[in-house]
């Protein structure tokens, strides 16, 4: 049976990981906390104590993590995956970490006989759960070929944006546009609020107007009602993003990334606040009065 390595069973990652078990295949998971994994275990997915034991005669291995810092101590870590992964194997970055950092780990990895493509996703963790993430993958045509059985389980539509690395320079540049978004929203619903218009029909036509992109039509609704239940985005992890494509936009752009920056300040406040809770709750920062 086809062996994959599952690691990072967050938001995200649980879903994910799952697919691989209704796929058929052997998974073996890590997570740095436990707990997270003990309904797949009951549903046949074997624990491992560390990245390095999940990924012990792996024929892929994929990560799900938070970032670039948890990307390096899974793949390269002390008991990291890359110490037993098989000569040859597959090592799927689904997390979306900087561009330097998918450039780095593809030149190490590839240092150790091993073949590493981005492959962040699009999604929601109901995408993820559910087989219909969009991969944004960056790799040779021929790893891709190779990989395209592991992706399958977890994606209906697959973008290949070219060369290692293209994947998420594409990710990033969407999720920077996302945070300008979402960011300009919350401003434009808190004035909205404060000049005393009618806030259901504001909504409605946020949602239905020439603005309505697929970030305002989600977050117009739960910002006006202050409804952030269901499927999240952190803050922490929207910062994150948002710093990472601003340092990207840096190193190719003329000039400095204005809105780019504006929307990673917006992003440090609402993590310092609130890391853990929705992205759209900076509606709540935005709309305190003076
Ligand atoms: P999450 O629920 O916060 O999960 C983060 C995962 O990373 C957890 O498994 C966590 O382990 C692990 N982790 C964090 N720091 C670590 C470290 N130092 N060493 C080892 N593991 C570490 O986040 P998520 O929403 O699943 O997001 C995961 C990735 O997908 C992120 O890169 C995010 O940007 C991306 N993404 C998220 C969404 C979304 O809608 N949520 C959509 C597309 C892409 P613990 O469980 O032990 O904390």
Not at 23 to 32: I, Q
Not at 134 to 150: E, F, I, M, S
Not at 237 to 254: F, I, P, Q
Request: hydrophobic share 50%; with cysteine; aromatic share 4%.
């Amino acid at each position: 049976m086809t062996k994959v390595a599952f690691i990072g069973l967050g938001r995200m990652g649980h879903g994910m990981a799952g697919r691989y078990l209704d796929a058929g295949f052997s998974v073996a998971v890590w997570n740095r906390s436990k707990a997270k994994a003990e309904d797949l275990i009951a549903r046949g997915a074997n624990w491992a104590s560390s990245p390095a034991e999940a990924a012990d005669g792996a024929d892929a291995v994929v990560t799900m993590v938070a970032d670039d810092g948890a990307s390096r101590a899974v793949w390269l870590g002390e008991n990291g995956a890359a110490a037993t992964m098989k000569a040859g194997s597959l090592a799927i970055e689904c997390s979306t970490v900087s561009h330097q950092h998918a450039l780095d780990m593809a030149r190490e990895l590839r240092g150790r006989g091993l073949t590493y493509i981005d492959c962040p996703v699009t999604g929601l963790p109901q995408a993820a759960a559910s087989g219909k993430l969009t991969l944004l993958v960056g790799a040779d045509a021929a790893d891709l070929d190779r990989a395209r059985p592991y992706l399958a389980p977890i994606g209906d539509v697959v973008r290949h944006f070219g060369a290692v690395g293209t994947g998420t320079v594409f990710k990033l540049i969407n999720n920077l546009m996302g945070a300008v978004q979402i960011a300009s929203l919350a401003e434009g619903v808190a004035m909205a609020e404060q000049a005393g218009l009618d806030m259901n029909l504001v909504a409605d036509a946020l949602a239905t107007g020439a603005v309505a992109s697929p970030q305002v039509i989600r977050h117009s609704k739960r910002m006006v009602a202050r409804d952030f239940s269901g499927a999240s985005f952190t803050a922490a992890l929207r910062h994150k993003d948002a710093a990472y494509a601003v340092a990207l936009a840096e190193s190719l752009l003329a000039g400095p990334p204005l809105l780019g920056r504006a929307a990673v300040e917006a992003y440090a406040r609402a993590k310092t606040e609130m890391p853990d809770d929705d992205e759209g709750r900076m509606i709540e920062i935005v709309s305190r009065r003076k």
